[in-house]
């Protein structure tokens, strides 16, 4: 069995900073891409930012030059830094994970989220 477990959320002023953590535990054979997608009120999950094992990043439009995602393969954990938030960045974040259990055997997996609240 498989865990996804989100940290970090919060509320923080417009122009502010926040970092979230995401940590993979239980039965994993590799983890290849861990990420971070957002779900705003009435809009569609989108994605926030990637990065595969061997540290290739991708980012959304939105969040480049103020987001950085990293990853600490050693403890199955990734990290989002946010910086100069704004009140559009409000959301639930939730974590992703690309892994197999066994060999061959590739799946998703989704943290329960957590909430990102960027207001004055």
């Known amino acids: 069995q498989v865990h996804i477990v989100e940290s970090g959320g919060g509320l923080v002023q417009p122009g502010g900073s926040l970092r979230l953590s995401c940590a993979a535990s239980g039965s994993i054979f590799s983890i290849y891409v861990m990420g971070w997608y957002r779900q705003a009120p009435g809009k569609q999950r989108e994605l926030v930012a990637k990065i595969t094992s061997g540290g290739r990043t991708n980012y959304a439009d939105s969040v480049k030059g103020r987001f950085t995602i990293s990853r600490d393969n050693a403890k199955n954990t990734v990290y989002l830094q946010m910086n100069s938030l704004k009140p559009e960045d409000t959301a639930v974040y939730y974590c992703?994970?690309?892994?197999?259990?066994?060999?061959?055997?590739?799946?998703?997996?989704w943290g329960q989220g957590t909430q990102v609240t960027v207001s004055s």
């Open positions: 992703n994970s690309v892994l197999a259990v066994h060999v061959g055997d590739i799946n998703d997996y």
